[in-house]
C-alpha cells in the first residue's frame, strides 16, 4: 500500500511540474487561465467560491445564517470559550462546490494539482495577516498509519506556503483514530481526546503558536490540539483554515 501511494504521488507531482511549462486550464471548467495567475483557476470559477467574511464570531470564526449585523460571540462560545483564542478560515466550505471538490481531491485522490490552489486561498491578505501574529506554526498532525495510507500530511503541505517559522514534528498525534467524517459532534470529540502531545515542549513554551489545518468542521480536532499545546506552555494558540465549514441554512451573498 505505501508502495502504491508514493507511484500515485509521484505521478501527481509529475503533473504538477508539467504545470510550470504547458499551458494551464482551469482545474474546474477546463478554461484557459493566465500564465501569471496564482492558480489553475479562472476568473469565472473564483467568483463561484465564497469566501469567509463578516458578520462572524470573532473567538471560533463561525458564520451566522443572517448576514446582517456586526461580529458577535457566537452562543457555543458564550456557553463553552473554545481553549484557542481565535479561528479563522478563507472560504466557505461547501460539499458539493468547488471547495469541497478541490479539498476532496487533494486530501483523498492525492490529486497534487489542487495544492497551489488551495495554498492561493490560504495565502489572502486576511489570512496572511491573521498569521502575521504568531511566533511560529505548527500544523494538524497525522497518526504514521493514516500518513503512510495518504502518503503526505495535508496539513504540513499547506503550512509551507505561509511565511513564517514552521515546526513540522512539534505535535504529533498519539493514537490512531477513525476519520471524523460521518461522525456526530459528540462523536468527534471523543474520537480525537488526548490524541495529541507535545514532542518537545521547550519548542514552543511562551510562544504564540498559529494550528493549520484544510478544514474546520466542528472545532473538536483544533480544541484537542490547541489544548495540548497550550498545557505543553504556549502562550496562545490561533487556528487557520483552508476552508470552514458553515452551518445548516447559511448561504453566502
Known sequence: MLLAAL??????????????????LCLFCGEAVAPRAPAALCPACEARVPRVQSPMCPR?????????????????????PPPFAAARAAVVYEEEGLS???????????????????THWLTEPACLGFAAACDLM????????RLRERGFNQALLLARALPGRLLRDALVRTRHTQPQTGLSPTA???????????????????????LVDDVYTTGATVRECSRALLAAGAREVRVLTVARVAPPGFRAG
Request: aromatic share 10%; glycine share 6%; net charge positive.
Open 100 to 118: 469541497g471538490q478541490a479539498i476532496k481531491q487533494f486530501k483523498y485522490h492525492r490529486r497534487l494539482e489542487y495544492l497551489p490552489l488551495l
Open 138 to 145: 505548527v500544523p494538524v498532525p497525522l497518526h504514521v498509519r
Open 188 to 210: 468527534r470529540r471523543e474520537n480525537v481526546r488526548r490524541a495529541f502531545a507535545v514532542r518537545r515542549p521547550e519548542m514552543i513554551q511562551g510562544k504564540s503558536v498559529l
Open 7 to 24: 507511484r500515485d504521488s509521484l505521478r501527481n507531482l509529475a503533473a504538477y511540474t508539467l504545470d510550470f511549462f504547458l499551458p494551464r
Open 60 to 80: 471560533c470564526g463561525r458564520l451566522f445564517i443572517h448576514r446582517q449585523g456586526p461580529d458577535r460571540p457566537c452562543g457555543w462560545c458564550l456557553k463553552e
